[in-house]
């Protein structure tokens, strides 16, 4: 039987009947992954153990927050996130965020393809022998791409819950456990710092985690019953780990001084196993990556099947796991931050103070109609986010003590407040 799609289209009320455990299942297993394990890892030795974990958890709380507003945008209309973007930006003019969310997309989908590869890469050559990296990047690139044409009620449903989340918590705590085990945690806490990174911008590194799956978080958010139970399962959910897989990476450095951590979690008892039990639920990241480019694509044209945009994101993210070399991934969540967390200050405040949680949703899809503004862009949102991802830019560059996440979106927000009550447009 074919999957059915969704498109961009409000969701059918029969479609609609995720709950709160399906949505802390779903957001608690795209938290805990490979990717955000070497996050943490990144944050040691230039921080002590101490800072890092503060760090991560400020991080995570402020990150959470957008994040499940803009889910809760999707909950309560049955839209996708970049649809989400056409009452504040204009039809034509939710278009460049759609294509830079397709760019930011197709990366994850190749980062997530590279640290898959990498951990079964090793899995296979401690225990065979045998080493062949591209061989398992094309292995996952075609596995993601199966999931992302099931879709997400089968993935988080089928998949998710029954089996994966179940795997990875066990996997979880065994870990921890590993880590820690006949470690003195006084020592690791008392471990000087290096130097090179501040606790701001540190908190800027963990909140670009959250901030990062904002641009599709209501591509899942939209299938909810019940719009509170969406915001409260994807808040908690993320919450927990994102905590807990952040500060794993940093414990790893530390107490095992591993640099590569997925050496780390080989090194441990029982690490061969824990690492294929961890990457068969890190699958599930590479599907919502894969799965919301395609739908983004759709909101600039509907008339892409979904799974053939399924297919090509899928091999492009699959070339570029063949030549990206992964210590551009720091640098690739700063440029998330810079972009999206500014122009979510705008449509964050655009639906819940500007129009109070009402959107009208058959002109969302009425070109010339209540939100088309001056030939299908408002310039009042774009100049908001520009000022934003400005202030953004500025702030890591000459004032990286104040850390720039909080005061973009803020400004940005701001901003466009002011001049939506200013500037009126025809």
Sequence with gaps: MKPPEWGIEPVKSEYRYLGFLDYFVLWSSLSVGLLVFWAGSLLVPALDLKSALLAIVLGTIIGNLPLAFVGLIGSECAIPTMVTVRPSFGIRGSYLPTALNVLQLVGWTAFEIIVMARAADTIVTSVFGYSSFNLWVVFFAFICAAMAIGGPLLVIRQWLERFAIWIVYGTSVWIAYSITAGQDLWRLLSIHPEGGISLLYAIDLVVAMPISWMPLVADYGRFAKDPKASLLGTYSGYFLGNVMFYGLGALSVLALGAADPIAAIAAIAFGIPALTLILVDETDNGFADIYSAAVSIQNISSRF?????????????????????????????????????PLFGVVIIDYYLVRSRRYRIEELYRLKGEYWYSRGVNPRAVLAWAIGVVTYFYIVNYASWLGASIPSLVVSAIVYLMVTKLWKID
């Design 305 to 341: 099947k979904q799974w053939t945009l399924i297919i090509a994101i899928s091999f492009v993210g699959m070339i570029l796991a063949l030549v990206v070399p992964m210590d551009q991934y720091s640098w690739f969540l700063l440029w998330i931050g810079a972009v999206f967390i």
